[in-house]
């Protein structure tokens, strides 16, 4: 593995760190290393780095604001992406437009924000949220008061072969915390929102979202946020996962270092300097404490990074 490493990171126009730990950059904040990570510093140093490795079998991640993400104790082959750079990671916010760009590296929260000072409305919903703007699209980000997708005009990708595709809105099919984008990396994405009468009802909204969160999630603990997507009964009837955990009797349950929240048994937390592995193991002890007492199999919303598959490669 370390000569096709060195040739696919050789002159690249990139900040690149070999056998990086992913821990820190987790919000977890357990875990073990990559074989390289690697910031690229233009679009063209992302695409030579993902036409190499393609070219050498190297599996590709990106990593976002590794809010729902839970690496492996034994880390993940390959290279893994972070587009932090402002080429990746800016947004343009014009005054007369209520379409807004962002970067597909750009922090949400942050860019959210943004077009509240804007006084634009249609990424309240995203309040509490913890991610990149292409993270986010990936995965429809959202919750109770609503999801990007409803608000996403239209998405550019890189794919592997270096290949740049615009998508439209109408091309891509938005559901519960999924999309139908094809893989490859979100280089940007454009947003269609509203203006609104008073600025100041966006941010009161923005801090009702956010009371609402902090009164119901352990924000504090070290945790992805939901472990579980909410399932849909046979009767087309979607549950809360939190509900099912707590009735199943798994509330506060624990696992060496990770346990189930008792504020809310959506969440799955795990003790600074804890391990990845026991959140893994917990995680299989819930699912089939929930399939046994309740009947429902439940999925994971975290995605799990381990050495040997290709889970959330490009």
Sequence with gaps: MVMPLAHVCDQLDAEVTLHASLAPLTWFGVGGCCDALVRPRSIEALTTLVTRCHAEQIVVRVLGEGANLLVGDEGVDGVVVQLNHPCFSSWEIRAESEITQAGGGADLSKFMHATLREGLDGLCPMAGIPASVGGAIRMNAGGRYG????????????????????????????????????????????????????????????????????????????????????????????????????????????????????????????????????????????????????????????????????????
């Design 147 to 314: 999801a990007i997708g409803e608000v996403v005009e239209s998405v550019a990708l890189l794919d592997v072969c270096g290949v740049r595709t615009v998508h439209e809105r109408q091309s891509i099919q938005f559901d519960y915390r999924h999309s139908t984008l094809p893989h490859g990396v979100v280089l940007w994405s454009r947003f269609r929102l509203a203006r609104a009468p008073q600025q100041q009802a966006l941010r009161e909204r923005v801090r009702e979202i956010m009371a609402y969160k902090k009164s119901t999630q352990p924000l504090a603990e070290n945790s992805a946020g939901c472990m579980f997507r909410n399932p849909t009964l046979p009767s087309g009837e979607r549950v809360s996962a939190g509900m099912l955990i707590d009735r199943s009797g798994l509330k506060s349950c624990a696992q060496g270092s990770a346990s189930v929240s008792a504020e809310h048994a959506n969440f799955i937390c795990v003790a600074k300097g804890g391990h990845a592995n026991d959140v893994m193991q917990l995680v299989e002890r819930v699912v089939r404490g929930v399939q046994d007492a309740q009947g429902v199999t439940l999925h994971t919303e975290v995605v799990f990074w381990r050495r040997g598959d290709r889970v959330g490669a490009i």
